[in-house]
T-cell receptor
Framework: GAGVSQSPSNKVTEKGKDVELRCDPISGHTALYWYRQSLGQGLEFLIYFQGNSAPDKSGLPSDRFSAERTGGSVSTLTIQRTQQEDSAVYLC????????????????FGPGTRLTVL | DAKTTQPNSMESNEEEPVHLPCNHSTISGTDYIHWYRQLPSQGPEYVIHGLTSNVNNRMASLAIAEDRKSSTLILHRATLRDAAVYYCILRDPISAQGGSEKLVFGKGTKLTVNP
């Protein structure tokens, strides 16, 4: 079946502009995650949505970052007034962390959006 | 989250076994050991996970030390397609259920496979 998809695959923007990154999770997955990966680094958690629960926003680096998930499916990550340090690959993942699968918590990742802020 | 330590890089030859180590000396009794890998220009993918016993699946084997303070991911016959960054991650499913399911990634081990 279809995996996690993200768009755009590449985004180049100018410093100070706002950007929106989109994630389409695997159909039926209740949980959705955003991570970012700066050059040569591991993944850094940003935000987590699970069903109707309040999202875990503990990884968002500043108030310029926000995300929403509409209808429990598609998610949009918005970065306002982009800065050069926001340049990274933004990865989205989804899964169903419900029993009995919660022991595995296998997360399915999309290909990412490469954001470059000039 | 408990910390894991992995070598920055390793090299292997094609068709040979590869043993990727991970140290997790502060692991708690309820932490599971997960391995993911990230192929070039792709998102990470799940490889294997275990708690105490050694585990095998179609991708790899996971050998867990008796004291659980270290583990080794084993690729039995490396192929060029196994060249990737391999991440060892600890996760406590019980505490995760009460909070966030996020995975905490370190920098991983970059595996180079030589033809």
């Amino acid at each position: 079946g279809a995996g996690v998809s993200q768009s755009p695959s590449n985004k180049v923007t100018e410093k100070g502009k706002d950007v929106e990154l989109r994630c389409d999770p695997i159909s039926g997955h209740t949980a959705l995650y955003w991570y970012r990966q700066s050059l040569g680094q591991g993944l850094e958690f940003l935000i987590y949505f699970q069903g109707n629960s309040a999202p875990d926003k503990s990884g968002l680096p500043s108030d310029r970052f926000s995300a929403e998930r509409t209808g429990g499916s598609v998610s949009t990550l918005t970065i306002q007034r982009t800065q050069q340090e926001d340049s990274a690959v933004y990865l989205c993942a989804s899964n169903n962390p419900e029993p009995p699968l919660f022991l595995v918590n296998e997360q399915f990742f999309g290909p990412g959006t490469r954001l470059t802020v000039l | 989250d408990a910390k894991t330590t992995q070598p920055n890089s390793m090299e292997s030859n094609e068709e040979e076994p590869v043993h990727l180590p991970c140290n997790h000396s502060t692991i708690s009794g309820t932490d599971y050991i997960h391995w993911y890998r990230q192929l070039p220009s792709q998102g990470p993918e799940y490889v294997i996970h275990g708690l105490t016993s050694n585990v095998n699946n179609r991708m790899a084997s996971l050998a867990i030390a008796e004291d659980r303070k270290s583990s080794t991911l084993i690729l039995h016959r490396a192929t060029l397609r196994d060249a990737a960054v391999y991440y060892c991650i600890l996760r406590d499913p019980i505490s995760a259920q009460g909070g966030s399911e996020k995975l905490v990634f370190g920098k991983g081990t970059k595996l180079t496979v030589n033809p």
